[in-house]
């Protein structure tokens, strides 16, 4: 069970919500991929939200509003508790979890991502969204972005665009924290050690 290192995530939350000026984001979490019958190839986080939440569950959502007040503006969408299923699948943090343990303004279950998405985007400028990586998900923006194009052009409010996620968290990824630089050295060290391990196996058997 990861435990997350809430000052990092929330650090990256707030330079990405400054740097929306206005536009709400909607960033997904991976889903389980089957490999064959019932079984799942090993889960792999989507690395946009992954940098932004620390959240490691597949079939999330994030909202992250800075048009919204504060303690409106960092919203996940889960997979709700189950006791039986997290017998097969392993343990899950829940709606309530979510906001403890990972500083979630409001958890919400992914089950009732459709019917909440449209008063959470309402009166942002733009949608910032990764169009093309999940068709579900997708579906439920782009008519929620459509609906608002209509309303726009009534009443002159509402998203007028759809814009990548990568224009603002490709230039935050590519300035690394102290926190990242710490780790990008710790992952060399263990990788050195492991080559050297390797190397000294392969001389010895070489000498036998």
Not at 85 to 110: Q, T, Y
Not at 167 to 174: A, D, F, H, I, S
Not at 200 to 207: L, P
Request: aromatic share 12%; glycine share 6%.
């Amino acid at each position: 069970m990861f435990n997350p290192n809430n000052k990092v995530f929330e650090d990256r939350r707030e330079i990405f919500l400054n740097k929306l000026n206005g536009k709400a984001a909607i960033i997904p979490g991976a889903n389980l991929v089957t490999h064959h019958a019932d079984c799942e190839y090993p889960f792999r986080q989507d690395s946009n939200f992954w940098y932004l939440t620390g959240f490691d569950e597949p079939g999330s959502v994030a909202l992250f509003l800075p048009h919204k007040p504060k303690g409106e503006r960092f919203i996940l969408f889960v997979t709700p508790k189950d006791v039986m299923g997290e017998v097969w699948h392993g343990f899950r943090w829940g709606l309530e979890g979510a906001e403890k343990e990972f500083n979630v303004d409001k958890a919400h279950s992914i089950n009732d991502f459709k019917d909440l998405l449209p008063k959470y985007i309402n009166g942002s400028d733009e949608i910032v969204y990764s169009i093309g990586k999940y068709p579900r998900i997708e579906k439920i923006v782009l008519n929620v972005f459509s609906k608002q194009l209509e309303e726009r052009s009534r009443l002159g409010i509402g998203a007028k665009a759809i814009k990548s996620p990568d224009v603002y968290l490709n230039e935050m990824r590519l300035i690394k924290s102290d926190f990242e630089i710490n780790r990008m050295r710790k992952a060399t060290q263990i990788s050195a050690e492991a080559h050297e391990l390797v190397r000294k196996s392969i001389s010895y058997k070489s000498n036998e």
